[in-house]
């Protein structure tokens, strides 16, 4: 069970923009903590997407971009490509566990 | 640029210790900028982070499985350990090795990640 929620899976067209959610609670992403965001396809390494809750690492396209709102945050993913079919995870740090979460992670499909 | 990559045994029965190995390169582990993490992801379940350290010897550690686990760095190899005792068969995961910057909490890079089955 992970500490912060996702949903299971998103689609959009090719062209479309998504969004993911990540809710957490006054622990973690509610008080504050950094979000960062990774994207994972099967069999490769995870790569780092959103830094500090809306920070795009060099190399990431601006098609990729992170907000964060009380308890939550957003992934959002303009002008939808193939090429971004992979699961996307949240993570934050958690204060009341004093642990680094995740999120359960979103299975993205280009229809 | 900065690589990390597992290494260690498949397979581990119940009660014993899992050790594993993550081989840095292009960054030596004594550069306190950074902690050396380990994070695992049990089949068809989430991300688990197990714990990090820091040259220096700073450690720290999930409190789920804090009594288990040990974590040292290798500064001639250049490399980081894990150390985790007592398994079972909910201690079977992929396992990844991932750097974190000090103070900040995202892990980048991370490493390919090692299957590792606890089984008779």
């Known amino acids: 069970q992970s500490v912060l929620t996702q949903p299971p899976s998103v689609s959009g067209a090719p062209g479309q923009r998504i969004t993911i959610s990540c809710t957490g609670n006054s622990s973690n992403i509610g008080t504050g903590n950094a979000v960062h965001w990774y994207l994972h396809l099967p069999g490769t390494v995870p790569k780092l997407l959103i830094l500090r809750d809306s920070e795009r690492p060099s190399g990431v396209p601006d098609r990729f971009s992170g907000s964060k709102s009380g308890t939550s945050a957003s992934l959002a993913i303009t002008g939808l490509q193939a090429d971004d079919e992979a699961t996307y995870f949240c993570q934050s740090y958690d204060s009341s566990l004093s642990s680094y979460v995740f999120g359960s992670g979103t299975k993205v499909t280009v229809l | 640029q900065v690589q990390l990559q597992e290494s260690g045994p498949g397979l581990v029965k119940p009660s014993e210790t899992l050790s594993l190995t993550c081989k840095v390169s292009?960054?030596?582990?004594?550069?306190?900028?950074?902690?050396w993490g380990w994070v695992r992801q049990p089949p068809e379940k989430g991300l688990e982070w197990i714990g990090d350290i820091c040259y220096g010897g700073q450690t720290h550690k999930s409190p789920s499985l804090k009594g288990r686990v040990t974590m040292s760095l290798d500064t001639s190899r250049n490399q980081a350990s894990l150390r985790l005792t007592s398994v079972t068969a909910a201690d079977s995961a992929i396992y990844f090795c991932?750097?974190?910057?000090?103070?900040?909490?995202?892990?980048?890079?991370w490493g390919q990640g090692i299957l590792v089955a606890v089984s008779t």
């Open positions: 292009g960054v030596s582990v004594t550069n306190r900028n950074y902690y």
């Open positions: 991932v750097r974190v910057v000090t103070g900040m909490g995202w892990f980048d890079p």
